[in-house]
């Protein structure tokens, strides 16, 4: 009997602990505006509905009426709608909620953001009054009109062919396009995804070992720590120490400590035996799953086909997973290793169950849990 007293009183006590420890950390959480749209985590938040605590100034993103994640750039009075984002790089990918990219690029100006280009290419536009059928360009549709055409080419040929009568030049402007292209673009109606980056705050560190960064909120300097790594900061289990040390008085610590130490001793001098065989028919087996979680699954880049299908690489024009070809307006995801292309679809259900690339069998990032 004064043994259960000791062993309930000890739960009591270390029931209380992990009620104070939930509620004192788990303030900012990872959310997203909607099923199919970007997780999102520090240092993005979702404005007015995260406190500014749990993402850095610059960082802010809403959910549009469509349930869309959409940030406003400094400088501009147009609004970006934000296709995915990559933590582990420091990326997003970015389009117009509206279908007219294009539109934006003209006055984009990320001087002012927290954002710049990963990978630039001057495109220069022209204003055509003759029929686009003649030459075969591909013109961009809501820049155009009903007797004349706009096209964007970033080529010596494509700017001989336009540099005519016709055509009047209306500028170039530098694109953040997603991939670098090695040979220039004749024509392009710059519908692609553009792809920038940030430098600060830096946690790809913290992100390569499994941490997550966090605003430092003892302090008014803006400092990051990376929470549950070893990166910059106290591991997880030192900050939950502290946290139970500030949140509950010496005493209640003591007679806890105290109702731990005698109840494993009396519970091995008495009852030893049962005791060790209990826990060996109750004690959970270690479970390994060997796919990818889905948070990290969905922080792998996805790309939607614009007209002109294209790819990083031309010659991967067929998923290597179902063996159909790409046709405009699917979804891709992309593997950061390895730059591998495959239907999204088809590549979430591959990684679910494996933890590599089906094409080349690069390990991503492998995620281990223990039940």
Known sequence: MELQKTIALCYLISTTVVVVVVASTETCFTSACSKYEPLIRFPFRIRNYQSQYCGYPGFSLFCDASNRTIIRLPSSSREFSVQAINYSTQELWLNDPNECLPQLLLNLNLSASPFSGVYYQDFTLFNCSFDSTEIKLNPIGCLSGLNYSVYATSSMRGFSLLSRSECKSIGTIPVPVQWPFFEQVVSSDLSDHIRVTWYNPDCRNCESRGGRCALQRTTFNREIICENGHGIGFPIGARYAIIVGAGVPAMLFLIGLLC??????????????????????????????????????????????????????????????????????????????????????????????NASCPVCRNSPMRVHCTV
């Not at 390994?288 to 299908?309: A, F």
């Not at 690489?313 to 390895?338: F, G, M, S, V």
């Open 260 to 353: 731990f130490i005698s109840g494993r001793i009396r519970s091995y001098r008495r009852r030893a035996q049962p005791v060790l065989e209990f826990s060996s028919a109750v004690a959970p087996q270690p479970i390994t799953i060997i796919g990818l979680d889905e948070p990290t699954i969905e922080s792998y880049p996805k790309t939607v086909l614009g007209e002109s299908r294209r790819l990083p690489k031309p010659d991967d024009n067929i998923c290597p997973i179902c063996l159909a070809e790409y046709q405009p307006k699917e979804t891709l995801r992309t593997i950061p290793e390895c730059q591998h292309c495959f239907h999204a679809d088809c590549i979430d259900e591959w990684l679910r169950l």
